[in-house]
């Protein structure tokens, strides 16, 4: 009896090695559309969030023509938004584009994209505990195009405050990033590349918190480059849109150095 037991066992593990484990039981076989986009939307609402995509990508795969199918896949790329996983979020959020370019809540979906792409860059500070200004800002501009597309597309949609808050905050970021590499430029001297930096933060973040400094840093490239009357033309604007400048007072208290050239002080 005891062998027979002994045997019995064997062959039980040896089918288990043929064939792998038992597979998990698909609750939704059988189901109707309605219902497995019900079952979905409850494990949204308990915010079971990967199980909801599990449920939506059944839906999708077998009933790809259904009335729930734009709904499941912004569902969807929501799921994946709130499991901070942008690179599926903002992947859904295309396709959902490209599928149905005349759906009303065609607004939702840019604005979904661009907050993914927002959020992550969060993350991405959280994780490396390193300014924005120090590294490649490409996730700061990938959000802020979303929300420009979303507000050259929708000007009057019901994100837009929101939209428009966040490129502020965005676009200073970026400006902040490319001042941070003139900076690094003035000091090693490469005042051509320095300057070009400048010029792009006054020509394309014109309302941001850093033309003043960019113009500072205009002149002194300009300066060093012997281009005087460019040089001047900046100091005019610059005295011109900012008589108060912090800049001009920075380079008061150093005798025998011209007041713009406010990095060589450290």
């Not at 593990?13 to 189901?31: H, N």
Request: charge should be positive.
């Amino acid at each position: 009896m005891r062998i027979a037991i002994i045997v019995i066992m064997m062959l039980f593990l040896e089918s288990c090695a043929i064939f792998g484990p038992p597979t998990e039981l698909d609750d939704t076989k059988g189901l109707s559309p309605e219902r497995i986009y019900e079952k979905a939307s409850e494990r949204m609402t308990s915010n079971d969030y990967k199980k909801a995509v599990e449920y939506l990508k059944k839906l999708e795969s077998r009933y790809p023509n259904s009335k729930f199918g734009a709904q499941a896949k912004l569902d969807m790329a929501y799921a994946y938004y709130k499991q901070e996983d942008a690179a599926q979020c903002v992947s859904t959020v295309e396709r959902f584009i490209k599928i149905y370019p005349n759906h009303p809540n065609l607004d939702y979906a840019y604005y979904l994209k661009g907050v993914a792409y927002f959020k992550q860059r969060g993350i991405v500070d959280k994780v490396t505990q390193q300014d924005i200004s120090d590294r490649d800002p490409k996730v700061l501009r990938q959000s802020f195009l979303a929300f420009k597309d979303l507000l050259t597309l929708y000007p009057n949609t019901r994100y837009g405050k929101d939209a428009t808050e966040r490129m502020i905050y965005l676009k200073n970021k970026l400006a902040d990033h490319e001042l941070h590499v003139s900076r690094h430029y003035m000091k090693v001297n490469a005042y051509v590349a320095a300057l070009n930096r400048a010029k792009f933060v006054i020509e394309t973040y014109p309302d941001s918190n850093f033309v003043e400094e960019a113009l500072v840093i205009s002149i002194s490239a300009y300066d060093s480059l012997g281009m005087n009357d460019l040089k001047e033309d900046n100091l005019r604007i610059l005295k011109q849109n900012y008589p108060n400048s912090s800049m001009f007072t920075k380079g008061k208290d150093t005798k025998k150095q011209d007041w713009w050239k406010f990095w060589d002080r450290d």
